[in-house]
């Protein structure tokens, strides 16, 4: 019973030792020396898993940063609501005061021209000049 946990035990260690010494010479020359297609295609694959574990990562980041700013912002509505401001009804209106522009302006529109005196008048100012 005890000698097949130890054959693999023992198989293992040998196995670890020979990929050590396999890296550490391939390490030395530069180059891989063993299943070069293989491994470039698992260390591809590898790259894009890491790649896809970083978008996970930086994901989950900025979604834990919205919660957080989410939280902050209704703890502050909470405690220290804005006061909301009055929304303008049409027109801004202005208050009429009596004095010496809106008597001009009064003045103005009670001696207005109508068109037909208009016209006459720039008919008589066109006449005066030629």
Not at 56 to 75: D, E
Not at 99 to 106: C, I, K, R, Y
Not at 107 to 119: P, V
């Amino acid at each position: 019973m005890l000698a097949l946990p130890s054959i693999v035990l023992g198989g293992t260690i040998l196995l670890f030792a020979g990929m050590v010494l396999l890296v550490a010479k391939e390490q030395q020359a530069g180059e891989r020396k063993l299943l070069r297609r293989v491994r470039g295609w698992l260390d591809q694959r590898c790259e894009q898993l890491i790649g896809l574990i970083r978008q996970l990562i930086k994901t989950i980041v900025i979604s834990f940063v919205y919660v957080v700013h989410q939280v902050r912002h209704a703890m502050a509505a909470a405690i220290a609501p804005r006061p909301r401001k009055r929304a303008l009804r049409g027109k801004l209106q202005f208050e009429r005061t009596d004095n010496h522009l809106s008597s001009m302006h009064d003045h103005k529109s009670d001696t207005a021209l109508s068109a037909a005196q208009k016209k006459k008048l720039r008919n008589k100012k066109l006449e005066e000049r030629f």
